[in-house]
């Protein structure tokens, strides 16, 4: 029996990704670590080869949330989860995450993390915020930590798949998706892995017409996810609220290149919430209900660039 899954997709990462695989070899739980090379053409699959104790998977450049579709089908584990290969588990913190949902029988243990800048070699913990709504947690009330630090039971997200329609943030519709599953949830306590920020290249990372579809995705998972709410008759003001906030945001970044897309997405916030007071000057909160969203925005974008 295999406790634990750990599934790692990477992409011409040879530079980091030993790292990211000792750190999952050091277990002492039964464990799996399921690498998909995802076409990569720096070494990596020849170094894989030669590598003890993974099983490792060599597919065509689909993109992540393919790899991990393709390891979740052959993954055994109670329990899994994801690691980003630039990325490294914290010392212990699966054997205690392990031990800590089979004690409470949870579906999913949640934790923070430790940043890592690449620059500086510092370290910064993000301890793990606790929250009464998770859902609402997960739709952007507070901070909601990062799905690598969390241990989930590999039955209850057996048939939650990583979304190709949101490629570039599919592990936020992923966790929303979780969430509205309420899952039982046990909180480790301590950081669950290092998250190393660098600048070789990460999706987070995006400008020009990438940084947009990622706003649009954004936007999209959130479309989804409310709806899924308000069908199920979940979708409560606090929900709402959190939501709207996590929109509002989005709109203004999609606005200063596609404003007619925005003022969609603006009048749909008000939808949601007649009430919604934007974060923004009064000023301009006026211009936009005197002027309309689109006229407002123009005249802003116009004065940007003058």
Not at 29 to 45: A, F, L, M, P
Not at 103 to 129: F, I, K, M, P, R
Request: aromatic share 10%; glycine share 6%; proline share 4%.
């Amino acid at each position: 029996m295999t406790d634990l899954s750990i599934i790692i997709p990477t992409y011409n990462r040879l530079w980091s990704l030993p790292k990211a695989v000792q750190s999952c070899l050091t277990i002492a739980t039964k464990v799996e670590v399921i690498v998909i090379d995802n076409g990569s053409t720096d070494g990596t699959w020849e170094w894989l080869s030669q590598q003890p104790g993974v099983r490792a998977i060599r597919m065509a450049n689909w993109g992540k949330d393919w790899a991990i579709v393709e390891a979740l089908k052959i993954a055994q584990g109670d329990y899994v989860r994801f690691l980003d290969s630039d990325d490294w588990l914290t010392e212990g913190a699966s054997d205690e995450q392990l031990r800590l949902a089979r004690d409470s029988d949870a579906d999913l243990v949640v934790a923070g993390y430790q940043d890592c800048d690449d620059d500086t070699a510092s370290l910064h913990v993000n301890d793990w915020e606790p929250c009464d709504d998770f859902i609402s947690q997960q739709l952007g009330e507070g901070w909601s930590s990062h799905y690598s630090a969390f241990l989930f039971r590999r039955a209850f997200i057996a048939d939650i798949p990583h979304r190709q329609d949101f490629a570039f943030i599919d592990d936020r519709m992923f966790m929303i998706e979780v969430a509205l599953r309420k899952p039982r949830l046990a909180v480790y306590e301590k950081p669950g892995f290092v998250h190393r920020r660098h600048s070789r290249g990460r999706l987070q990372i995006t400008a020009g017409i990438v940084k947009t579809v990622r706003t649009w995705q954004k936007i999209m998972v959130y479309r989804k996810a409310l709806t899924m709410l308000a069908e199920s008759g979940e979708l409560t003001p606090r929900r709402k609220r959190a939501g709207t906030a996590f929109l509002w945001s989005a709109m203004r970044d999609l606005a200063k290149t596609h404003s007619a897309d925005a003022a969609e997405v603006y009048d749909w916030i008000y939808e949601l919430d007649p009430g919604f007071a934007p974060p923004i000057r009064r000023s301009l909160a006026l211009a936009y209900r005197l002027l309309g969203f689109r006229t407002a925005e123009w005249l802003v974008n116009l004065r940007r660039r003058s």
